[in-house]
C-alpha cells in the first residue's frame, strides 16, 4: 500500500470518527436534555461563581453524559 493511499484511508477513519462521536454528542445531550437545562439556570448570569454554584447540577449533567 502506498503512503497516499495509507493517508486517504486515514483521513477517511478520522472523518467516520468524528461523525460518530458527533452523533453520540447529540444523542447524550438530548438523552440528558433535563441536567443540561438544570445547570443552564443555573448558570445564567453568572460568571467565576458558576464553578461552585453549580456544581452539584455539573457533576449530575456529567454523570449522565458519562453513562451515554
Known amino acids: 500500500m502506498g503512503?497516499?493511499?495509507e493517508a486517504r484511508e486515514?483521513?477517511?477513519?478520522k472523518k467516520v470518527e468524528e461523525a460518530?462521536?458527533?452523533k453520540m454528542k447529540a444523542?447524550?445531550?438530548?438523552?440528558?436534555d433535563q441536567y443540561t437545562s438544570k445547570y443552564a439556570q443555573c448558570a445564567s448570569g453568572r460568571t467565576f461563581?458558576?464553578?461552585w454554584?453549580?456544581?452539584k447540577q455539573?457533576?449530575?449533567l456529567n454523570s449522565c453524559l458519562?453513562?451515554?
Not at 10 to 13: I, P
Not at 27 to 32: M, T
Open 3 to 5: 503512503y497516499v493511499q
Open 10 to 13: 486515514n483521513h477517511v477513519k
Open 20 to 22: 460518530l462521536r458527533s
Open 27 to 32: 444523542k447524550a445531550l438530548k438523552e440528558c
Open 49 to 51: 461563581s458558576v464553578v
Open 53 to 55: 454554584q453549580c456544581r
Open 58 to 60: 455539573a457533576k449530575e
Open 66 to 68: 458519562h453513562q451515554l
